[in-house]
């Protein structure tokens, strides 16, 4: 049973425009969502979170949007660079600030082409 | 700035072997995971512990065991390795309310 789920495996987008990575979740106990983006050969690195008690949260190009009502957050990159190209992963937990047991979603392959 | 550091990028090993993965933090975090990541699996949380000489199950415990005997040294262990052990293992630690930080990753490969 897929708690976090991440239903697009891969995403190609233009450099200067929008990208938009999906995730939605079951479990109504999760009360923090993270996002986490990985380069070939190295760990996740942490992206930016959001608190169930928030509906936004901005950091720079990234911002990371939560519908609790439908079970949804998306993470908007604008404007996208080719650095950006990875693959991000939706990760929700049971407690504030992401410190302790996380689930995962499979994961979204980005693609920005110059 | 955070360390987690896993003491094999690569490993290669034989069916039977009993292998040990070795993961080292140096921001005296409490709390140490393991997961492994698999191609359209995501990453799969296997380990943790939230404090020396403790350890709880994750999700997909089967095949392994952990050993937290210092805050700074989380290790897993197959005690019996299989091949669909062979995986990417990824250390991870945390302190309270912050994000966990994340080492290279281990990739493993048995044959």
């Known amino acids: 049973d897929q708690q976090v789920k991440q239903n697009s495996p891969s995403l190609s987008v233009q450099e200067g425009r929008i990208s938009i990575l999906n995730c939605d979740y079951t479990n109504s106990m999760f009360d923090y969502f993270l996002w986490y983006k990985k380069y070939p050969a190295e760990g996740p690195t942490f992206l930016i979170s959001i608190s169930s008690i928030k509906d936004k949260n901005e950091d720079g190009r990234f911002t990371v949007f939560l519908n609790k009502s439908a079970k949804h957050l998306s993470l908007h990159i604008v404007p996208s660079q080719p650095g950006d190209s990875a693959v991000y992963f939706c990760a929700a937990s049971e407690a504030q600030g992401g410190s302790e047991k996380l689930v995962f979603g499979k994961g979204t392959k980005l693609t920005v082409n110059p | 700035d955070v360390k987690v550091t896993q003491s094999s990028r690569y490993l290669v090993k034989r069916t039977g072997e009993k292998v040990f993965l070795e993961c080292v933090q140096d921001m005296d975090h409490e709390n140490m995971f393991w997961y492994r990541q698999d191609p359209g699996l995501g990453l799969r949380l296997i380990y943790f512990?939230?404090?020396?000489?403790?350890?709880e199950k994750g999700d997909i415990p089967e095949g392994y065991s952990v050993s937290r005997e210092k805050k700074e040294r989380f290790s897993l262990i197959l005690e019996s390795a299989s091949t669909n052990q062979t995986s990417m293992y990824l250390c991870?630690?945390?302190?309270?309310?912050?994000?966990?930080?994340f080492g290279d990753g281990t990739r493993l490969s048995i044959l």
């Open positions: 512990s939230y404090d020396v000489k403790m350890k």
């Open positions: 991870a630690s945390s302190t309270s309310g912050q994000p966990q930080h």
